[in-house]
T-cell receptor, first 115, second 112 residues
Framework: EPEVTQTPSHQVTQMGQEVILRCVPI?????FYWYRQILGQKVEFLVS????????KSEIFDDQFSVERPDGSNFTLKIRSTKLEDSAMYFC?????????????FGPGTRLLVL | DAKTTQPPSMDCAEGRAANLPCNHS???????VYWYRQIHSQGPQYIIH???NNETNEMASLIITEDRKSSTLILPHATLRDTAVYYC?????????????FGGGTRVLVKP
């Protein structure tokens, strides 16, 4: 069964450093998302992406964040200068189309720890 | 998107049906009810969704009341692996690119 994959599974970085989180969405999917979950808190939407453009972004997704689809298979989230409060699980999701009953499928997540 | 209300936690006996309620009294006519679950810290897993008819798949059944103001997710024979946080999400499925808004969910503990 096709699934969303994410790398790395864990990332430890120093405050102020740049990190890139990678995702490989399901192969025929066209819509991509990033969510995050701070430990003990709710899953929060960050950004959605379609046709090489951001469709929607949350208030969390400020200028320190960017997304890219560098090739036909990868979808990346970059945090330019990490802060302590960026420590969280980051989940990538994808969906297949603009059908009314779109379903998003999530990857296993990347646990980011900023020291 | 309409807000949902779920009990914070519930226990269920292994092998028995688990009935998870969700209230969404402000739901609009074009909003779907989605259920996801999250096992430990894994990525949310899609379970089922529906608009107004009851739905069933290999994982669960979804019962939506006639007025659509509430719904129940039924896990017919709960196993220990069904221990997870279950999220009821209501959102307009007008086009892709719509975010999912997660609440606190119901923490379900399946006991032997």
């Amino acid at each position: 069964e096709p699934e969303v994959t994410q790398t790395p599974s864990h990332q430890v970085t120093q405050m102020g450093q740049e990190v890139i989180l990678r995702c490989v969405p399901i192969s025929n999917h066209l819509y991509f998302y990033w969510y995050r979950q701070i430990l003990g808190q709710k899953v929060e939407f960050l950004v959605s992406f379609y046709n090489n453009e951001i469709s929607e972004k949350s208030e969390i997704f400020d200028d320190q964040f960017s997304v890219e689809r560098p090739d036909g298979s990868n979808f990346t989230l970059k945090i330019r200068s990490t802060k302590l409060e960026d420590s969280a699980m980051y989940f990538c999701a994808s969906s297949d189309s603009g059908q009314p009953q779109e379903t998003q499928y999530f990857g296993p997540g990347t646990r980011l720890l900023v020291l | 998107d309409a807000k949902t209300t779920q009990p914070p936690s519930m226990d269920c006996a292994e092998g028995r049906a688990a009935n998870l309620p969700c209230n969404h009294s402000t739901i609009s006519g074009n909003e779907y009810v989605y259920w996801y679950r999250q096992i430990h810290s894994q990525g949310p897993q899609y379970i089922i969704h529906g608009l107004k008819n009851n739905e069933t798949n290999e994982m669960a059944s979804l019962i939506i009341t006639e007025d659509r103001k509430s719904s129940t997710l039924i896990l017919p024979h709960a196993t220990l692996r069904d221990t997870a946080v279950y999220y009821c999400i209501v959102r307009v499925a007008k086009a892709a690119g719509n975010k999912l808004t997660f609440g606190g969910g119901t923490r379900v503990l399946v006991k032997p």
